[in-house]
Structure formats: structure tokens, C-alpha cells
């Protein structure tokens, strides 16, 4: 089992930014690749981004490219998304999630964990 517990949302003025933390426990951290995804009112869940167990292939979503920056930390257990310009557009709940190491990045259906999410608001 691994556990996920996401930090740093709010609210924020468009053009700003935020930092978005995952921490995880549980079982070996490094051996997952991890993703965030959000969803908005009425709308379904999305990929955001994603991150290999290295670090070394980053995935992004052609909405937050050039935007957001996925990274992690193995040795800390956590994963982290700098969102930058943000967009209200933006605005939704932001999911962390970890998968297998051949996970499909973008196919939130191959994400095993899940955390609870982090509410994100960017005001026009």
C-alpha cells in the first residue's frame, strides 16, 4: 500500500503561482511512477502530468506545457508540480497518483493510489 497526501493549494490570481507537494508512505516510494490529475466541477477527472520512478521522462498535457514542471524527490518520498502563468482554467481539484513503473502515463485507470486532492483556484 502506498498512502498520498497532497499540500499547497489555494487560491491565486491568474498569472500567478503555486507549488503543489505529494507525500508518500507506505511501500518503496522510487519504484512508482507518479501523476497528478485534476478535475473541475462537472467535468472528468484529467491528466495533468506525470513523472517516471527515475525523474528521467517527464509527461505533460498539451493544455500545461511550458507551464507546469512535474519533478520528485525519492529521497524525501515526495512529488512535486510547480504550476506557473496559472490560468483560471486551471482551477480544479488536483489529484497525486502512483503507478507502475510501464505505467501509460495519461490513463488515469493505470494509476494504483490515489490521494485525497488539493483544491486549486485561480481567480480572474
Known amino acids: 500500500q502506498v498512502q498520498l497526501v497532497e499540500s499547497g493549494g489555494g487560491l491565486v490570481q491568474a498569472g500567478g503561482s503555486l507549488r503543489l507537494s505529494c507525500a508518500a508512505s507506505?511501500?518503496?516510494?522510487?519504484?512508482?511512477?507518479m501523476g497528478w490529475f485534476r478535475q473541475a466541477p462537472g467535468k472528468e477527472r484529467e491528466f495533468v502530468a506525470a513523472?517516471?520512478?527515475?525523474?528521467?521522462?517527464?509527461y505533460y498535457s498539451d493544455s500545461v506545457k511550458g507551464r507546469f514542471t512535474i519533478s520528485r524527490d525519492n529521497g524525501k518520498n515526495t512529488v512535486f508540480l510547480q504550476m506557473d502563468s496559472l490560468k483560471p482554467e486551471d482551477t480544479a481539484v488536483y489529484y497525486c497518483?502512483?503507478?507502475?513503473?510501464?505505467?501509460?502515463?495519461?490513463?488515469?485507470?493505470?494509476?494504483?493510489?490515489w490521494g485525497q486532492g488539493t483544491q486549486v483556484t485561480v481567480s480572474s
Open positions: 497518483a502512483a503507478g507502475g513503473r510501464t505505467v501509460k502515463p495519461g490513463d488515469p485507470s493505470e494509476y494504483n493510489y
Open positions: 507506505g511501500r518503496t516510494f522510487s519504484g512508482y511512477a
Open positions: 513523472i517516471r520512478w527515475s525523474g528521467g521522462s517527464t
